[in-house]
Each structure stands twice: as structure tokens, then as C-alpha cells.
């Protein structure tokens, strides 16, 4: 069959996007596409970090289903987050005269923002945080574990006696983490930092994608309360990932919704197109 994709980029994560508000495909057939419409194949001419499918919802304005590259799915993804919502935008599904939405996603309800070109996140409750201490490289190293809808590990690279972050071996050292029998089948993605001024410079190796992406919003959120605790940063942070694209990390505290995180930054359309699957 022939289906109409929309490729989009949240900061540097890169997404396949498809309009399934008249329910062309099914949850099963998301995932068995997953593979075929993220990857470069004789169908499929983009590589991509993740599928979306853009569904309608009952209650709220839409409901975003997400596919990792390899077909997993039920976790959140903010970059993917901030850029349904610009894709829903461009399909009429929320009017251009709106500025708040709320929508489903990885079974929460999540709301946004848009404020001129930047899409403004709100990002669900930190469900667990805490340091662990894990063995990389045949030695101890000091973490931090973030769960925040995904679940991510954050390292400062000196922890790894690195001083250029440039130089880091994400895909070997990140596969570390994100195997290590600390997090049992679920796994971590790993997150590493440096920090220079005021300014966070982060690097990615994201679960699913089994790889490193170049950007990744929750594991942004979780770099930047991270550099908090550790380097005495305040909010809001700017975050430089391996993209170049900037997002901001800001907190912000609501009478009725305690403590949230916001990640803020640019998503847009990079090409639409029709292929056979």
C-alpha cells in the first residue's frame, strides 16, 4: 500500500511521521513498519530516529503513538512530543490560532506550548531519580539515574577521565550503559556532558535506535537537572547536542502541578512524500 510520510526534525532528532487520524494503520502494523520507514531501504529513502503515528483522541486535541526504530514502543520521546505537535499543526488537526495543547502520548497526557517557531514542552513527573554507581571500562564510575517517562543515565565525562567530549566513544562506552546488568531487560540510554560557561554540551547513545542520535529530549531534561545537582547550574539551562540545535531546560513550579520541566526548543518539516510499504 501507499502511504503519505512526513519527515521532521526536533532539534536535530530526526522522525518519521504519518497521519493516521483516519486509522490506516494499526498498533501491530506501526511496529512491523517501524524498521523499514526509519532505516535507508529500496522503500524507504530517510533514516530517521523514530516513528509517529498522529491519531485522534476523545478527550484531548490528539494522541501520538511512538515506535523506536527497531518497533518498540510505550515510551516517551520529548523531541518526538514537541514535533507531533507541529505536525498536527500543519495537518489542521489544532488550529493556528492556538497556542496551548494537550494530547496522549506513552499512556500520560502531556502539554505544550507554541510560542513563535520554539515548541514548549511540559514533561512528566521525575518517577525516580538517584546515583548508582556502575562499572564502565573495567572501573567504577559515579551516575546518575534519571527516569522521566524514559529512562537515562547521565555521566560528566570527566567521570571517564575524558576533557573533550569530542573525543568520547559513545557507541562503544554508551552500549556499556545501556546493557549493564544494573538495569536488567529494560536497559538505560546514556546520556554524557560537559559543561563550559553556562552552557551544557551533551551527547547521546538512545535505546532502540542503538546508537547515538543527535538529540534527545528526555534525555536532555535529565542532563540538565543532573548538571544541577552536580555543578551548581541554575534554570533555565542551554543544552548543545550533538545536532548543534539548542534546547532549553527551564522548571518551573505551578500552585496546582508542583515542580515540571520544560523543554523548549525548534521542530520542523523537512520533507513529506508518498511510498509503497
Given at each position: 500500500m501507499?502511504?503519505k510520510?512526513t519527515?521532521?526534525?526536533?532539534?536535530?532528532?530526526?522522525f518519521?511521521v504519518?497521519?493516521?487520524?483516519?486509522?490506516?494503520?494499526?498498533?501491530?502494523?506501526?511496529?512491523?513498519l517501524?524498521?523499514?520507514?526509519?532505516?535507508?531501504?529500496d522503500?524507504?529513502?530517510?533514516?530517521?530516529?523514530?516513528?509517529m503515528?498522529?491519531?485522534?483522541?476523545a478527550d484531548?486535541n490528539?494522541k501520538?503513538v511512538f515506535?523506536?526504530?527497531?518497533?518498540?514502543?510505550?515510551m516517551?520521546?520529548g523531541?518526538?512530543?514537541?514535533a507531533?505537535?507541529?505536525?498536527?499543526?500543519?495537518?489542521?488537526?489544532?488550529s493556528?490560532?492556538?497556542?496551548?495543547v494537550?494530547?496522549?502520548?506513552a499512556?500520560?497526557?502531556?502539554s505544550a506550548?507554541i510560542?513563535?517557531?520554539l515548541?514548549?514542552?511540559?514533561?512528566?513527573?521525575?518517577?525516580e531519580?538517584?546515583?548508582?554507581t556502575?562499572?564502565l571500562?573495567?572501573r567504577?564510575?559515579?551516575?546518575?539515574?534519571i527516569?522521566?517517562?524514559?529512562?537515562?543515565?547521565?555521566?560528566r565525562?570527566?567521570?571517564?577521565?575524558?576533557l573533550d567530549?569530542?573525543?568520547?566513544d559513545?557507541n562503544g562506552?554508551?552500549?556499556?550503559?545501556?546493557?549493564n546488568?544494573e538495569?536488567?531487560?529494560?536497559?538505560s540510554?546514556?546520556?554524557?556532558?560537559?559543561?563550559?560557561?553556562?552552557?551544557v554540551?551533551?551527547r547521546?547513545?538512545?535505546?532502540?535506535?542503538?546508537?547515538?542520535?543527535?538529540?534527545?529530549g528526555?534525555?536532555?531534561?535529565?542532563t540538565?537537572i543532573t548538571a544541577?545537582?552536580?555543578?551548581?547550574?541554575k534554570?533555565p539551562?542551554?543544552i548543545?547536542?550533538t545536532?548543534?540545535e539548542?534546547?532549553?531546560?527551564d522548571?518551573?513550579?505551578?500552585?496546582?502541578?508542583?515542580?515540571k520541566?520544560?523543554?523548549?526548543?525548534p521542530?520542523?518539516i523537512l520533507?513529506?512524500?508518498e511510498i509503497?510499504?
Open positions: 501507499k502511504i510520510v519527515y521532521m526534525s526536533g532539534a536535530g532528532n530526526l518519521t504519518i497521519d493516521n487520524t483516519a486509522n490506516i494503520l494499526t498498533l501491530d502494523q506501526g511496529k512491523s517501524a524498521s523499514i520507514l526509519c532505516s535507508v531501504n522503500k524507504n529513502k530517510f533514516e530517521t530516529e523514530g516513528l503515528l498522529l491519531e485522534q483522541s484531548y490528539f501520538c515506535f523506536n526504530p527497531d518497533g518498540s514502543t510505550g516517551m520521546c523531541n518526538g512530543g514537541r507531533i505537535v507541529k505536525f498536527a499543526l500543519s495537518k489542521g488537526v489544532i493556528t490560532s492556538q497556542t496551548k494537550r494530547f496522549e502520548m499512556g500520560a497526557v502531556y506550548e510560542v513563535d517557531d515548541i514548549d514542552l511540559e514533561m512528566p513527573n521525575i518517577i531519580y538517584k546515583e548508582r556502575l562499572k571500562q573495567g567504577f564510575v559515579n551516575t546518575h539515574y527516569d522521566n517517562g524514559s529512562q537515562h543515565t547521565v555521566i565525562i570527566d567521570k571517564i577521565d575524558l567530549i569530542a573525543n568520547l559513545i562506552v554508551g552500549r556499556e550503559v545501556r546493557y546488568e538495569f536488567g531487560k529494560i536497559g540510554n546514556a546520556n554524557f556532558y560537559d559543561v563550559k560557561g553556562k552552557t554540551y551533551l547521546t547513545y538512545e535505546r532502540g535506535v542503538e546508537k547515538e542520535t543527535g538529540a534527545c528526555t534525555g536532555a531534561v535529565a540538565a544541577v545537582e552536580e555543578c551548581g547550574l534554570f539551562i542551554d548543545i547536542p545536532s548543534g539548542k534546547l532549553t531546560i522548571k518551573r513550579i505551578d500552585i496546582k502541578k508542583g515542580t520541566f520544560h523543554l523548549i526548543g521542530a520542523v520533507e513529506e512524500k509503497e510499504v
